[in-house]
T-cell receptor, first 116, second 115 residues
């Protein structure tokens, strides 16, 4: 089955600096890679996703890159702000499904702290 | 829409007790799932359902049962609670499995402590 590894587990940056979180996946069949942000006391929320036919996707200060050959993908946050402080999770999946054996597998999470 | 709702928010059980964590969604999503979140281990899939009447096991199903009698509800049952089940539990839902995207909508979570 799929296995997703995420690094680093904690990341502290100065406000205005960039933050990069990296994930690797094991199943070459995976083709959908979402990123979730979890604020304290809340459930995770999707912030950006990418499919395997795209190498990069941007949404304002957030970007995700994907290297299918190396089976890794990364989240880039530029001009970080204190409100970016949260736990970030990457995940890998196969979409659409070919059968009902569906599993969205998450990485172990990165706690990002943006220092004012 | 209320989205995904979970009850209770907090629960303390003694070893061996049983309980049901409730989850409901009002978005007519076909897919629902339960995750547990432990420090340093991310979100691990317990059970999932691709539609009413259909359930399957995730990564860590032992000690948990589920059923899906309606599209809206997906309760998680602990038959005999153990301290190892102390965790935060999240329910999530998303569109049908034929969707090319997979935005999971998470509930607010249930913090469970087993003594």
């Amino acid at each position: 089955g799929e296995n997703v590894e995420q690094h680093p587990s904690t990341l502290s940056v100065q406000e205005g600096d960039s933050a990069v979180i990296k994930c690797t996946y094991s199943d070459s069949a995976s083709n959908y890679f979402p990123w979730y942000k979890q604020e304290l006391g809340k459930g995770p929320q999707l912030i950006i996703d990418i499919r395997s036919n795209v190498g990069e996707k941007k949404d304002q200060r957030i970007a995700v890159t994907l290297n299918k050959t190396a089976k890794h993908f990364s989240l880039h946050i530029t001009e970080t702000q204190p409100e970016d402080s949260a736990v970030y999770f990457c995940a890998a999946s196969l979409r659409p499904l070919v059968d009902s054996s569906y599993k969205l597998i998450f990485g172990s999470g990165t706690r990002l702290l943006v220092r004012p | 829409n209320a989205g995904v709702t979970q009850t209770p928010k907090f629960q303390v059980l003694k070893t061996g007790q049983s309980m049901t964590l409730q989850c409901a969604q009002d978005m007519n999503h076909e897919y629902m799932s339960w995750y547990r979140q432990d420090p340093g281990m991310g979100l691990r899939l317990i059970h999932y359902s691709v539609g009413a009447g259909i359930t399957d096991q995730g990564e860590v199903p032992n000690g948990y049962n589920v059923s899906r009698s309606t599209t809206e509800d997906f309760p998680l049952r602990l038959l005999s609670a153990a301290p190892s089940q102390t965790s935060v539990y999240f329910c999530a839902s998303s569109y049908g499995v034929d969707s090319s995207t997979d935005t999971q909508y998470f509930g607010p979570g249930t913090r469970l402590t087993v003594l």
